[in-house]
């Protein structure tokens, strides 16, 4: 299984997806997880915090790639802002160990249903 300390970051600046009010400095991290999809970002316009250059905590979003619906890890949001890298390792941990149920879990705190689509994980 992977951790934090594996992901690969890349700058932020797909070409389509660039947006004015985001100065440069994004950067981003994906990783699959059987039919979920990792990410992790952090600078400007992010919920994270960069401090003398140095990534003191990161914004995650989760999303489910067979219905291309984002996860919600929040009650008021898909994505969940000033994660260390701790934390971010538990939440990976979590999505191995039992990515049906885990996913099941998510969307029940929000009322939401739960998409189809295999559940499965399939990187170790």
Known sequence: MFKFADLIF???GLPGHDRPEYPEGRWMAFAPIGDFELSVVFGPGHYSTVEDG???N???AVRQCSDQRFVPLSGHDDVIGWRTPEEIDELI???FEGPGEWAKLKWS???GQVPGGDFGTSME
């Open 10 to 12: 890349h700058p932020l």
């Open 54 to 56: 140095a990534v003191i």
């Open 58 to 60: 990161y914004e995650v």
């Open 93 to 95: 941990k979590e999505i």
């Open 109 to 111: 705190k929000v009322g």
